[in-house]
């Protein structure tokens, strides 16, 4: 069974930091882009970064440039999402997939004081 | 920035058939842009119904298809059912930059 599991997100304060992660299971992680997507309470999808197969090429949305990372590590089958000077407008529900086929169930992160 | 436009809102009536577009501030989509379409329900994770213009997989129901259409992607439901209310979103990939999704289309079948 085809599986994304996301974790870390949470209640930060303004200009924190969070890790997302994302556990991949069920189909074969190296063969795909993974990316990262967000959805801010009642608006619509917004993508935040993705990652290309080995790691060597990543792009970002201008939103979040400078201040989110995205990696992977193979390995071990996962994705992260590093988070530096969160903002309440960053205050989403974070989504890791491959796009092709699978998406997690999301993990929210709110950043309020 | 590219900007991706989708009708906000359509509605179908059961049975009926309805196109939702997606284009691109930058010009004509192509396949290129291997246009995606997800369906969300609320309360739901998107789920994937089509991608790279008109792939489907085996849980996208046969009512639905991709294609290009008038400089745009269009997804197409032909015989709809009340289960297929929900939100769609397309996304266009652009090389070099990244991808983006459109503001959705929030389909009503009534």
């Known amino acids: 069974e085809v599986q994304l599991v996301e974790s870390g997100g949470g209640l930060v304060q303004p200009g924190g930091s969070l890790r997302l992660s994302c556990a991949a299971s069920?189909?074969?992680?190296?063969?795909?882009?993974m990316a990262w997507v967000r959805q801010a309470p009642g608006k619509g999808l917004e993508w935040v970064a993705n990652?290309?197969?080995?790691?060597?090429?990543?792009y970002s949305a201008d939103s979040v440039k400078g201040r989110f990372t995205i990696s992977r590590d193979n390995a071990k089958n996962s994705l992260y999402l590093q988070m530096n000077s969160l903002r309440a407008e960053d205050t989403a529900v974070y989504y890791c997939?491959?796009?092709?086929?699978?998406w997690g169930q999301g993990t929210l992160v709110t950043v309020s004081p | 920035q590219a900007v991706v436009t989708q009708e906000p809102s359509l509605t179908v009536s059961p049975g009926g058939t309805v196109t939702l577009t997606c284009g691109s501030s930058t010009g004509v989509v192509t396949s290129g842009h291997y246009p995606y379409w997800f369906q969300q329900k609320p309360g739901q994770a998107p789920r994937t119904l089509i991608y790279?213009?008109?792939n489907k997989h085996s849980w996208t129901p046969a009512r639905f298809s991709g294609s290009l259409l008038g400089g745009k992607a269009a997804l197409t439901l032909s015989g709809a059912q009340p289960e297929d209310e929900a939100e769609y979103y397309c996304?266009?990939?652009?090389?070099?930059?990244?991808?983006?999704f459109g503001g959705g289309t929030r389909l009503t079948v009534l």
């Open positions: 069920g189909f074969k992680f190296t063969s795909y882009w």
């Open positions: 790279h213009t008109s």
């Open positions: 990652i290309k197969q080995d790691g060597s090429q990543t």
């Open positions: 997939t491959n796009k092709d086929d699978s």
């Open positions: 996304m266009l990939s652009y090389s070099g930059v990244g991808e983006l």
